[in-house]
């Protein structure tokens, strides 16, 4: 019997994998589910430019439908965001009856809703997790995205967690040039709660497409950025950092691929399908869940997500030393910035995606529409906390 092989390097394995995932699989790893655009607050950022209810949404026995159909199809887990997804009526048994259906369920929330009797409800369920989202250490650098009183509705919420034994729940920050320098501020904060820091990558979808070039990061701050994600591999990503890679000599955790189409998607409000959550857009929508053959057939069939599976050839990046580590980079920040799919990255770290978009004609850049949000926003009028 000849010898086992070794097995392969880490870095071999997960570039062998990222191969592999990138032309599709017969069912999403994981999905995100926006199950409304209501929300109470107006963050500048907001990928779905949530605010007022659709009144096209799902309903109840649509969306356990949908989490039926998921489990058929044997979904690992479920993104749930909105709008403030806490905001619906049937949410609570929308989480449970995914849970009974061994669904995971992974949920976004401002923590304005969050109460100490409602933490200790969800602490109570498995396959359950909370992200808190929170965009700044202190209420000045947060509030100015999120809006007045939200930093103390999101510790608040934190605490009421905590305190109700949930745990590690997330506490989710979308860098930005206001809370880059606060990282470390951050994850003691996320800490101090036994939770874990995780830090996303702001795309300029959404409302985010009229903010993204006052709220970027800078190109020194992305580099610290890196540095930062380098030295504490505990801090999560989801993958958002990997057009970063190249300033490392190795490639940052993770598939470092974009995932769209091919192992995540969104589902918005109404039922519509989208490749990823940052792409919500006509151009990139697959079907809708409301037509026939359900979500399934828009995953499997889709003109749109065959093509996404294609294997690609670089483009512009191709002949780039770096392109096996950033992979061209973020297909919705090209897009909403007016370049084309295969172009760099807008924030590619060698510089080129600048170059890049000084040649675009702004007249030609898609808008991502008026969305959902409400023609006024109000501060929250939040008490102290405890901490």
């Keep these: 019997m000849p010898a086992e092989a070794p097995p392969l390097p880490l870095a071999r394995r997960s570039h062998a994998l990222s191969d592999e995932l990138a032309l599709g699989l017969d069912a999403p790893i994981c999905l995100t589910w926006e199950v409304t655009y209501g929300c109470n607050l107006a963050c500048t950022h907001c990928l779905s430019s949530s605010g007022r209810r659709d009144p096209r949404e799902l309903g109840t026995a649509e969306a356990m439908a949908f989490v039926d159909e998921l489990a058929a199809m044997r979904v690992f887990y479920v993104n749930v965001g909105g709008g403030e997804p806490t905001l619906r009526p049937d949410f609570t048994d929308l989480v449970e009856h995914a849970i009974s259906r061994r669904v995971g369920v992974k949920f976004s929330t401002n923590g304005t809703t969050m109460t100490p009797e409602r933490a200790r409800r969800f602490a109570a369920m498995d396959y359950l997790d909370i992200q808190v989202s929170l965009d700044g250490a202190t209420a000045a650098s947060n509030d100015v995205v999120r809006g007045s009183g939200s930093h103390a509705a999101a510790v608040a919420a934190m605490e009421a967690l905590a305190d109700a034994g949930f745990g590690p729940f997330k506490v989710s920050v979308v860098v930005t040039r206001h809370n880059a320098g606060e990282l470390d501020a951050l994850l003691d904060l996320a800490s101090s709660f036994g939770a874990q820091l995780r830090v996303t990558r702001l795309r300029p979808s959404g409302r985010g497409a009229s903010s993204w070039h006052e709220l970027r990061p ?161 501060g929250l009028a939040l008490g102290p906390t405890r901490r």
């Design 218 to 378: 800078s190109a020194l701050q992305l580099t610290r950025v890196h540095r930062f994600l380098v030295e504490h591999p505990e801090v999560l990503t989801g993958d958002s950092f990997f057009h970063l890679s190249p300033l490392g000599d190795e490639p940052l955790a993770g598939l470092n691929i974009c995932g769209a189409g091919r192992v995540v998607c969104l589902v918005d409000p109404v039922g519509d399908v989208y490749a990823c959550p940052f792409v919500m857009h006509p151009e990139f929508r697959a079907g809708s869940i409301r037509d026939d053959g359900g979500f399934a057939a828009v995953w499997r069939s889709s003109t749109l997500f065959r093509r996404l599976r294609e294997p690609s050839d670089g483009g512009a990046c191709s002949a780039c030393g770096a392109y096996g580590t950033c992979h061209g980079g973020c297909m919705a920040a090209k897009f909403f910035t007016g370049l084309a799919l295969d172009a760099p990255d807008p924030e590619c770290v060698l510089g080129r995606g600048e170059t890049a978009m000084r040649l675009v004609d702004s007249a030609s850049v898609p808008q991502p529409g008026t969305g959902h949000s409400k023609p006024t926003t109000v």
